[in-house]
């Protein structure tokens, strides 16, 4: 069984940075392409950011271009996610997901991945 365990969420002001990480094991990791998602109350699950298993490819959604940067270290077995000038938008619950059909990344922009994380929390506030 494949486990992504995430941390580095919390409680920030707008303008302000966070890094999240999420953390593989079980598999294989430098074989699975990556993603990040988020989920604010009451809202649909949304893709924020991708990044191939050979760390080549990325794809981020367009309210975060710019903003945030995912990144991978195959050697610690963990993808990143770097968020910097934060809004009260971003708040929300931020997911890792991992799918293990490498090459393009669109699967995972739809949501289709293999393992989810179990989530951590992002609020900003103004």
């Known amino acids: 069984q494949v486990q992504l365990v995430e941390s580095g969420g919390g409680l920030v002001q707008s303008g302000d940075s966070l890094q999240l990480s999420c953390a593989v094991s079980?598999?294989?990791?430098?074989?699975?392409?990556m993603g990040w998602f988020r989920q604010a109350p009451g809202k649909e699950r949304e893709f924020v950011g991708a990044?191939?298993?050979?760390?080549?490819?990325?794809s981020y959604a367009d309210s975060v271009k710019g903003r945030f940067t995912i990144s991978r270290d195959n050697a610690k077995n963990t993808v990143y996610l770097q968020m910097n000038t934060l809004k009260p938008e971003d708040t929300a619950v931020y997911y890792c997901?991992?799918?293990?059909?490498?090459?393009?990344?669109?699967?995972?922009?739809?949501?289709?991945?293999?393992?989810w994380g179990q989530g951590t929390q992002v609020t900003v506030s103004s």
């Open positions: 997901a991992a799918g293990y059909y490498g090459g393009s990344l669109s699967l995972l922009q739809r949501g289709e991945a293999n393992y």
């Open positions: 079980g598999r294989t990791f430098s074989s699975a392409n």
């Open positions: 990044i191939s298993w050979s760390g080549y490819s990325t």
